[in-house]
């Protein structure tokens, strides 16, 4: 089993959501931090401890951010880190997995699986070192976790969708086996 360390550089937390019942908003949250116990011969003893920083994120429109981080959605004061602790992997066959865990947003704890997929291990070409690939996808209800402000729309909807599409992808680099 090798622990493998989040590189914020080169991961990201993306997100799109329903705006005004007929497009999609998306963003990201830029800095992620943790670690992932991997063992490509013994997949399903794995584990992943995640913190995003809400602040950092980003969707391209300051104003959206600035509400965003606000305590109309995230309270990124109150709330300032987004986390996830693995608590299982189920094997779904070839590079797949399906990881169970605790995810900790806007200070609501529920376990929650995401269907995740892992690339490597490969070596950098710069220096030797040895990265792992992950991304993992899910949706969510963002009310569950106690992000409730919208607005109603005059000819009937709200202006932001209930139903949030996660997606997360990370490179991680060797740190030490254990």
């Known amino acids: 089993m090798g622990t493998w360390n989040i590189d914020s550089d080169h991961s990201v937390a993306a997100f799109a959501v329903r705006h005004m019942m007929i497009a999609m908003v998306r963003g990201q949250f830029n800095k992620?931090?943790?670690?992932?116990?991997?063992?490509?011969?013994?997949?399903?003893?794995?584990s992943v401890d995640v913190a995003i920083e809400v602040a950092s994120i980003t969707t391209g429109?300051?104003?959206?951010?600035?509400?965003?981080?606000?305590?109309?959605?995230?309270?990124?004061?109150?709330?300032p880190k987004i986390t996830f602790r693995s608590t299982g992997v189920e094997i779904a066959g070839g590079n797949r997995v399906r990881v169970t865990g605790d995810l900790t947003l806007h200070g609501i704890t529920r376990t929650i699986t995401f269907a995740a997929e892992y690339f490597g291990p490969v070596k950098a070409p710069y220096g030797g070192e040895i990265s792992m690939g992950f991304s993992a996808f899910i949706t969510?209800?963002?009310?569950?976790?106690?992000?409730l402000w919208n607005e109603t729309l005059?000819?009937?909807g709200v202006m932001v969708g209930n139903e949030v599409q996660i997606s997360l992808d990370v490179e991680a680099d060797f740190a030490a086996d254990q």
């Not at 429109?61 to 709330?79: G, Q, T, V």
């Not at 969510?140 to 992000?147: A, D, H, K, P, S």
């Open 154 to 156: 005059e000819a009937g």
């Open 140 to 147: 969510l209800n963002r009310e569950g976790f106690g992000i």
């Open 61 to 79: 429109i300051p104003k959206r951010d600035e509400h965003l981080r606000s305590p109309d959605f995230f309270d990124a004061e109150k709330y």
């Open 32 to 46: 992620l931090s943790g670690s992932i116990n991997f063992d490509p011969a013994d997949v399903a003893r794995s």
